[in-house]
């Protein structure tokens, strides 16, 4: 069975970072990409940006480009989304999802994690 | 602002069919990307309900339909249930913007 477990909430004030994880099990690791996706209050959903946690691809939205970073640890089996520079409107529940085999279009979310919300305040 | 656009609140009554559009353009759903939907129950995490245009995962109701028509899609709800109502999100793939695209969501109230 899959999961994915992300780190508890976060409380940030503007301009900091914050570093969220996401722990997956029930599946070999290395065969999904992993994507970040948040939504902000009352809003829709929003993709972030995704990485293969074989190594290799990591491409960020460019809206964050810059700003953020996805890594990995495949020794735990767990990828971890960076976020500097925080402002108000980071303020957000954060997602993982596990997509497909490869990094394609088609791609849809089959798992998501519980979510993390991060608050920043100004 | 969402890159696709679905309207902000759906209702019906107990049993009857409800209709969510889900509109983008020639970069995204119009250039031939598949189209996914999820529902999502408020304080929790999406779930897939439909992928690959009209795909059901396993545990998905066959009253639970999706089609696609050029530079738009539709999720349809068959039989509406008190247990359907939730947020209702579609997402895709833009050429142009080179990422993953979702509209803003639907909320479905059953009357």
């Known amino acids: 069975q899959v999961h994915l477990v992300q780190s508890g909430a976060e409380v940030r004030e503007s301009g900091a970072s914050v570093k969220i994880s996401c722990k997956a099990s029930?599946?070999?690791?290395?065969?999904?990409?992993m994507h970040w996706i948040r939504q902000a209050p009352g809003q829709g959903l929003e993709w972030m940006g995704i990485i293969n946690p074989s190594g290799g691809t990591i491409n960020y939205a460019p809206k964050f480009q810059g700003r953020v970073t996805m890594t990995r640890d495949s020794a735990t089996n767990t990828v971890y989304m960076a976020l500097d520079s925080l402002t108000s409107e980071d303020t957000a529940v954060y997602f993982c999802?596990?997509?497909?085999?490869?990094?394609?279009?088609?791609?849809?979310?089959?798992?998501w994690g519980q979510g993390t919300l991060v608050t920043v305040s100004s | 602002q969402s890159v696709l656009t679905q309207p902000p609140s759906v209702s019906g009554a107990p049993g009857q069919k409800v209709t969510i559009s889900c509109t983008g353009n020639s970069f995204n759903i119009g250039a031939g990307y598949d189209v996914h939907w999820y529902q999502q129950f408020p304080g929790t995490a999406p779930r897939l309900l439909i992928y690959?245009?009209?795909n059901r995962p396993v545990g998905v109701p066959d009253r639970l339909s999706a089609s696609k028509s050029g530079t738009s899609a539709s999720l349809a709800i068959s039989g509406l249930q008190a247990e359907d109502e939730a947020d209702y999100h579609c997402?895709?793939?833009?050429?142009?913007?080179?990422?993953?695209?979702f509209g803003g969501g639907t909320r479905v109230t059953v009357l």
């Open positions: 690959g245009d009209n």
């Open positions: 999802a596990r997509g497909l085999a490869a990094y394609v279009p088609s791609t849809y979310f089959s798992y």
């Open positions: 029930g599946y070999t690791f290395s065969d999904y990409y």
């Open positions: 997402q895709s793939y833009d050429r142009s913007l080179n990422r993953y695209v």
